[in-house]
C-alpha cells in the first residue's frame, strides 16, 4: 500500500487549531480529516466517528493493550485521546493524506514516529488570555475544567519550538493564509 503524508495541527485547548483543520479541508481536496479516539462523554453537538470515536475507559485501554493506537496520551485521568491505526490505513488506502487536530503530546508523538513524512504544526495563541476567553465563550467548560487546561496550555506552549512551524492565531484570515501556504509547500 502506498502510504500518504500526515499533517499535524497541535494547540492548547481553544486556540484554534479545529477551526484551521476544518478551513484547510475545503481548501485541499487530497486531505482528509483523522477522526480520533477518546473515552470522554460526547457533547451535544458531536457525532460518535464524525467528531471521535467515542470508547468507554475499558474499550480504549483494551485498544492500548492490543497495540490498535499509533499513539495515545491520558491526557487527564482517565481522559484518554488517541489515534487508531486503522483510521490512519482507511485514509491512505483511498489515496488522501491525513491531516490530524491532536493535542501537543499527541501531536508530538506523531512527529517523532513519522519523521518527514509528517508536517507538525503548532497554532499558538495570541496569549494566555485570549485562550481563557475562547474556552468561556464554548460554554462547554466548567470554571475548575478552563482553570486545569490553562495550566496545561502554559506548559504546552514551551514544546511549540519543537514543531516544524508555528502559526499565531491573532487573526483567523491570517492563520488561514499561513496554513494554506504551509500545507501546500509540503504536499508539492
Excluded at 105 to 114: I, M, T, V, Y
Excluded at 133 to 138: E, G, H, I, S
Aim: a neutral charge.
Amino acid at each position: 500500500m502506498l502510504k500518504g503524508r500526515l499533517i499535524i495541527f497541535s494547540a492548547p485547548s481553544g486556540a484554534g487549531k479545529t477551526t484551521i483543520v476544518h478551513h484547510l479541508l475545503k481548501v485541499f481536496p487530497q486531505l482528509e480529516f483523522s477522526v480520533s479516539a477518546c473515552s470522554r462523554p460526547m457533547r451535544k453537538h458531536e457525532a460518535n466517528g464524525v467528531d471521535y470515536y467515542f470508547l468507554s475507559i475499558e474499550e480504549f485501554k483494551h485498544k492500548i493493550a492490543a497495540e490498535e493506537f499509533v499513539e495515545w496520551e491520558e491526557v487527564y485521568k482517565d481522559n484518554f485521546y488517541g489515534t487508531l491505526k486503522n483510521e490512519v490505513e482507511r485514509i491512505w488506502k483511498k489515496g488522501k493524506h491525513v491531516i490530524f487536530d491532536v493535542d501537543v503530546a499527541g501531536g508530538l508523538h506523531l512527529k517523532n514516529q513519522f519523521k518527514d513524512k509528517a508536517l507538525a504544526v503548532f497554532v499558538m495563541p495570541p496569549s494566555i488570555h485570549h485562550l481563557e476567553m475562547r474556552l468561556k465563550a464554548r460554554e462547554t467548560e466548567t470554571t475548575e475544567s478552563i482553570a486545569r487546561r490553562i495550566g496545561k496550555a502554559e506548559n504546552e506552549i514551551k514544546t511549540a519550538d519543537q514543531f516544524d512551524k508555528i502559526i499565531l492565531n491573532d487573526k483567523l484570515e491570517h492563520a488561514f493564509a499561513e496554513a494554506e501556504k504551509i500545507v501546500g509547500d509540503f504536499l508539492k
